[in-house]
């Protein structure tokens, strides 16, 4: 299983925005990788997904058009950016490899290594 860390979170204002890195120790042509975040009393929610190949993205409907995932397959990174931020937005967000993809769901029990995680916090 590869390892995944997670970089870029922060405190940011209501509309503003960020963009969290996810390095991975192996190819990314091999894997699914999934964005995922966690509110404070919330269950984990997917957020979006991107194989390595760079098939359809996924994005849950509350992220479209304002978040963006792309792959570096030279570094071995995913990115997940961030625009218009809002408060719901808040919360640990962690990305995980998995074999297959979906552009349709994002279920987590479908990833089998996970980050740590980046706290991502929206106020003002």
């Known amino acids: 299983q590869p390892e995944l860390v997670e970089s870029g979170g922060g405190l940011v204002e209501p509309g503003g925005s960020l963009r969290l890195s996810c390095a991975v120790s192996?190819?990314?042509?091999?894997?699914?990788i999934g964005w995922f975040r966690q509110a404070p009393g919330k269950e984990r929610e997917g957020v979006s997904s991107i194989h390595g190949s760079q098939d359809t993205p996924y994005y849950v409907d509350s992220v479209k058009g304002r978040f963006t995932i792309s792959v570096d397959n030279d570094k071995n990174a995913v990115y997940l950016q961030m625009n218009n931020l809002l408060r719901e937005d808040t919360g640990v967000y962690y990305c995980?490899?998995?074999?297959?993809?979906?552009?349709?769901?994002?279920?987590?029990?479908?990833?089998?290594?996970w980050g740590r995680g980046t706290q991502v916090a929206v106020s003002t």
């Open positions: 995980a490899a998995g074999w297959v993809c979906s552009a349709y769901a994002l279920p987590a029990g479908a990833f089998d290594a």
């Open positions: 192996d190819r990314l042509a091999y894997y699914c």
